[in-house]
T-cell receptor, first 113, second 117 residues
């Protein structure tokens, strides 16, 4: 079971780039790294997923070093609507007591004007 | 991205009654679905893993007779809160695993607010 550690909160201003780092020292060979965004009273929304190196999509980039013991979610030019909680999840096929999908506390990002 | 739909979005029920929440994967087949519970300003807590055609696997401390899970098809899992009490009031979220994608990506439903009065 890969435990993840993220900063509890981060503050930013509109237009800035935000980098949120997640530590997962016990990541297994088969584990992927997935990031989700959650707004109040909504289910988490998939942002990006990666296994190694760098992954980029239309909303974010994910940087994963060679040892895969951490990952960094990069949000370019954030806006007020990016204020949310961001979760890093690490795992493969299994849920709960069998393996992954245990949520940490997440990082509460506050974007200010 | 893949879509997971929950219904109802919110429900109010009387204490002692049962309520069912549905979770559907709309554009992919999900052999595995997950049910979470979330209290205000807290993280998601995994309740159980639902496997199509077999019994759900419950997390420690979750009463399987109170939170009945049925995963009868590859696109539908249901959570039934039986004999609901006010302490069962919470935000319930489901997710489904798209095994066809690399990384077995998990997609979440919109969540369902349950209020027991």
């Amino acid at each position: 079971l890969a435990k993840t550690t993220q900063p509890i909160s981060m503050d930013s201003y509109e237009g800035q780039e935000v980098n949120i780092t997640c530590s997962h020292n016990n990541i297994a060979t088969n584990d992927y790294i997935t990031w989700y965004q959650q707004f109040p009273s909504q289910g988490p929304r998939f942002i990006i997923q990666g296994y190694k190196t760098k992954v980029t999509n239309e909303v974010a980039s994910l940087f994963i070093p060679a040892d895969r013991k951490s990952s960094t979610l990069s949000l370019p030019r954030v806006s007020l609507s990016d204020t949310a909680v961001y979760y890093c999840l690490v795992g493969d096929n299994y849920g709960g007591s069998q393996g992954n999908l245990i949520f940490g506390k997440g990082t509460k990002l506050s974007v200010k004007p | 991205g893949a879509v997971v739909s929950q219904h109802p979005s919110w429900v109010i029920c009387k204490s002692g009654t049962s309520v069912k929440i549905e979770c559907r994967s709309l554009d992919f087949q999900a052999t595995t679905m997950f049910w979470y519970r979330q209290f205000p300003k807290q993280s998601l807590m995994l309740m159980a893993t639902s496997n199509e055609g077999s019994k759900a696997t419950y997390e420690q401390g979750v009463e399987k007779d109170k939170f009945l899970i049925n995963h009868a098809s590859l696109t539908l899992s249901t959570l039934t809160v039986t004999s609901a009490h006010p302490e069962d009031s919470s935000f319930y979220i489901c997710s489904a695993r798209d095994a066809a994608r690399s990384g077995n990506t998990i997609y979440f439903g919109e969540g369902s607010w349950l209020t027991v009065v």
